[in-house]
């Protein structure tokens, strides 16, 4: 079964290096887990009409967690 999980972030400003979420991801602000995608776009909608996303200080993620990578067709 897939979760997935609404994270609020805080924007990194550019500093000339490339942005790579694993190896220095930015300041979760908000982590709030929802069970099916719909659940998730309504949480993440939310967060979406708070002024600092707004502003584009803070950034809305929906990250699925769960889910098995799919395997190529051609291995199957």
């Known amino acids: 079964m897939t979760r997935f ?3 609020l972030t805080d924007v990194r400003p550019l500093d000339g290096v490339a942005r790579n979420e694993r190896t220095s991801p930015e300041r ?3 982590v709030v887990g929802a069970s ?3 659940a998730a776009d309504r949480i ?3 967060f979406m ?3 600092m ?3 584009g200080r803070q950034r809305v993620k929906v990250i699925a967690v769960g889910r ?3 395997e190529p067709e051609h291995l199957s």
Do not use: D, S, T, W
Request: glycine share 10%; proline share 5%.
């Open 36 to 38: 099916n995608r719909e």
């Open 44 to 46: 993440a909608g939310a």
């Open 49 to 51: 009409a708070l002024g």
């Open 28 to 30: 979760r602000r908000q």
């Open 53 to 55: 996303v707004r502003a």
């Open 5 to 7: 999980l609404v994270v």
């Open 68 to 70: 098995r990578p799919r």
